[in-house]
């Protein structure tokens, strides 16, 4: 899946986080503003992400259905800490968080246990890079945001990761960015 797809889904954080405080958090109202904010966002993301064509075969439409799951469990999650998780720490909700997440992903990862792998010293890099800053450190900020702001607030703070990825990936690899979502 390439990556400017996965960011595209990702973004969808906000929408699906608004909507759900709506009926989830107290004195969390859904505007009229608010809802036409909402459908142009769903709707300009379906024009940039499009529907996969039958030549792309199942994964991709599987893969597709898991990203579009993706912002509404992070909304979920946004909810969940700012309603009951506020007082605990935020290291402990982060290693939750973490474990959940990998839980998820093992039947996945242990899909492609016979797929050959491409781990060098870059690949080692990025890994350790995304863990440390895109989790550990955005994760924990996250989680502190949630305790001072209200959760639509604070979601679209983690839409900045795929960028925190992806441009020391192309800068590294002397790789330009391609304006195309899916190509």
Known sequence: VPSGLVAVFGAMAPVWTAVLAHYFVHGDRLSILKIVALVLGLSGTAILVGAPTAGEGPNVLL??????????????????????????????????QTWVAAAFLAPFALAQLGAPQHWDASAAIAFAYLVIGGSCVVLVLNHWLFLHLRPPTVTPAPTPIPAQALIPAASVHGRPFNPHVRT
């Open 63 to 96: 893969a597709m259905v898991l990203l579009a799951i993706m912002p509404i469990t992070w909304a979920i999650a946004a909810i969940v800490i700012a309603k009951y998780l506020k007082e605990e720490s935020p290291i402990a909700v982060v290693g939750v």
